[in-house]
């Protein structure tokens, strides 16, 4: 809900009618876990940085306000480029109340560092999806030299001078190892990160700051090795595309029992997804860019646990929990990475899934229909599962809370009515007034 003018309460909702087969091309937007640590990390970059592939989300806009508060000058190049000039840029000065509405903003902390030796920079927010501690980012930053404290609800770090040191993640911390390379990049010697997250949006993050004059080595293995440097340049760099997107469209096509061909991809990064998606009865079939998923047979059950990757990605449990309710017979699906992940299950209830949730297993009686009803999408990918769910249900869906799921979709609406899906975003004012509504 949102103000939207003296004593009116605004409420946006996706609305579906369902049980429609999606069929046609999609067109899939830069990766959002790419994009973010990558235009952060730009703060790093003493010159003009032009960014290409953008997904048009809030996450992006968010990103770019918090760079702009830091005096960086952003220019929209077209609607999927900006130009980041981080010549002017003060660190220390990200507004606190930009910070902790995202949970890719302690990337500034890195980037800080890296460029000025000091950081202050507001404890991030983002989607509660369970615990998602900092401690082994602090840890790489006291390895690299730096001083570290939280107070106030601030991270304050700082250093006469990084050095470059050898670090061994307790943990595979996929936000731990974009920020330690990150401050690393401009420390004095070589810096081995051990234990290093492998996701495809750490290699892109590695390449655009090689494109910038950085010297990065092993990206997307389990040891990188960052040889620092004193200065970086601008660079022109496209961001990689966004396989939790294309897994999403993947989910719902074979939800629908349609068919889609989901256009500006990489296939072997959807290679895990693809995998499930196969052993439950669906056809994939690999182009150089592009998946043609088809979903016309019955869906089978599998056991899917979540997992590093290029292990099956925690970002598409809640997506494939939608699938499961409709294949027949019972899977587990077991998450390993975040301990509030299975929120979305309650809603799915709602629509007539069957679902025990013990521990860090949810148990899903698959092979019945869903029933449209009223939902909320609660987190980024519990809505886009709210979506998936809504598509394959028959009758309206209503889902509200819908500003998490802008968050990390561009244009999904759009995207998704022309392939056939019947939904729409409404915006409903209401003429509660604000002492009423409180």
């Known amino acids: 809900m949102s103000d939207g003018g003296y004593g009116t309460i605004v409420m946006e909702k996706i609305i579906i009618n369902g049980a429609k087969p999606l069929r046609g091309t999609i067109e899939v937007s830069g990766a ?172 892109d993050l590695a390449n655009f700051l090689n494109s910038c004059g950085a010297k990065i080595t092993g990206a997307g293995t389990d040891v990188i090795k960052i040889k620092g440097v004193d200065k970086l340049y601008g660079s022109t760099y496209a961001i990689i595309p966004d396989m939790i997107e294309a897994g999403t469209y993947m989910c719902a096509a074979a939800a629908t029992r349609g068919r889609l061909r989901v256009n500006n991809v990489i296939p072997k990064h959807l290679e895990s997804i693809s995998a499930k998606l196969e052993e439950m009865g669906v056809e994939i079939i690999e182009n150089d860019d592009s998946v043609e998923v088809c979903g016309n047979g019955e869906l089978r059950r599998v056991n899917i646990k979540t997992l590093p990757y290029p292990g099956f990605p925690t970002d598409m449990n809640p997506q494939i929990g939608v699938l499961l309710c409709l294949a027949k017979g019972v899977s587990c699906l077991t998450e390993s990475i975040y301990d509030n992940r299975f929120k979305y299950v309650e809603e799915l209830k709602r629509m007539g899934a069957s679902i025990t949730v013990d521990g860090s297993t949810a148990i899903i009686e698959g092979g019945g229909m869903l029933s449209a009803a009223p939902v909320k999408a609660l987190d980024l990918r519990a809505g886009a599962a709210m979506i998936i769910a809504g598509l394959a249900a028959k009758g309206r869906t209503e889902i509200e809370d819908i500003h998490f799921i802008e968050r990390g979709y561009d244009d999904i609406v759009g995207k998704l009515r022309s392939v056939g899906a019947d939904i729409k975003k409404v915006i409903i004012p209401s003429a509660v007034s604000f002492e009423k509504a409180n």
């Open 32 to 203: 959002k876990n790419a994009a973010l640590p990558i235009l952060l990390a730009a703060l790093m970059v003493d010159d003009k940085c032009v960014i290409e592939n953008v997904p048009c989300i809030s996450d992006v806009t968010l990103s770019l306000e918090i760079l702009s508060s830091m005096g960086c000058r952003i220019r929209m190049l077209t609607k999927n480029t900006v130009e980041i000039d981080s010549r002017f840029a003060t660190g220390g000065v990200s507004p606190y109340d930009l910070v902790r509405r995202m949970r890719g903003s302690y990337y500034l902390i890195g980037a800080e560092l890296g460029r000025w030796g000091r950081a202050y920079v507001g404890l991030p927010g983002g989607c509660d999806i369970g615990i998602r501690p900092i401690d082994q980012h602090i840890k790489g930053f006291r390895a690299l030299g730096a001083e570290i404290s939280v107070e106030g609800g601030y991270v304050k770090a700082s250093a006469d001078e990084l050095s470059g040191a050898s670090i061994y993640f307790d943990n595979v911390t996929v936000g731990g190892t974009i920020n330690v390379m990150i401050a690393a990049t401009r420390a004095k010697g070589t810096t081995v990160i051990e234990n290093a997250a492998r996701e495809p949006h750490i290699v």
